[in-house]
């Protein structure tokens, strides 16, 4: 299979700063074929829940074109940030209400978020060498710092550390 394993990431942002740094960092990991963004929303809510959003990408143009605005149609946000949605497509939305993640009322008032559609280059030999020998995937998911005091990973000081900068802004 040519497309690597995909994953929604939604970045949290109280005041937003940006002075490049997150686009910096994109770039230096798809220039070293490790993940690529296969789409990119800027989602700004204002202190009553309005919400406006932004495409961004760093796509070519070619890929742009080939990939279009796939967390829109993933979402089924098409309407609101104006591309057409896969049901407005005569597609199929991949989730039944009850299995939807709705990220935009994940994402506090007055705040902005990144909503980043990423494809993991790195993992396509490993994922297909667990293919060839039969396997498969049965969960996912990040592990919180804190839970890595507990087997020596990382000390408690550190992990809070941690934890504190993965989860600014969010206890506001």
Same mark, same amino acid.
Not at 89 to 109: C, M, Q, R, T, Y
Not at 134 to 155: C, H, K, T, Y
């Given at each position: ?63 742009? &074109?080939?990939? @279009? ?5 993933? $979402?089924?946000?098409?309407?609101? /940030?104006? *591309? +057409?949605? =896969?049901? !407005? ?48 995937? &049965?969960?996912? @998911? ?5 839970? $890595?005091?507990?087997?020596?990973? /990382?000390? *408690? +000081?550190? =992990?809070? !550390? ?11």
């Amino acid at each position: 299979m040519a497309i690597g394993p995909i994953q929604l990431i939604v970045l949290g942002f109280t005041h937003p700063d940006f002075r490049g740094e997150v686009i910096a960092e994109l770039e230096k990991l798809r220039r070293t074929d490790t993940i690529r963004v296969i789409d990119a929303l800027a989602v700004h809510k204002d202190p009553k829940g309005a919400i406006a959003v932004e495409h961004l990408s760093n796509l070519s143009p070619a890929e742009e &074109v080939e990939l @279009g605005s796939k967390i829109s149609a993933l $979402l089924g946000l098409g309407a609101e /940030v104006g *591309a +057409e949605s =896969a049901r !407005e497509k005569g597609g199929v939305h991949p989730f039944s209400d009850a299995d939807a993640w709705d990220v935009l009322a994940e994402i506090p008032n007055d705040s902005a978020a990144a909503l980043l559609l990423i494809e993991h280059h790195w993992a396509v030999p490993l994922r297909d060498a667990v293919a060839r020998a039969q396997g498969f995937r &049965v969960s996912d @998911g990040f592990i919180s710092p804190l839970d $890595l005091i507990a087997i020596g990973l /990382v000390s *408690a +000081e550190e =992990a809070q !550390e941690l934890h504190d900068l993965e989860t600014a802004g969010s206890t506001r």
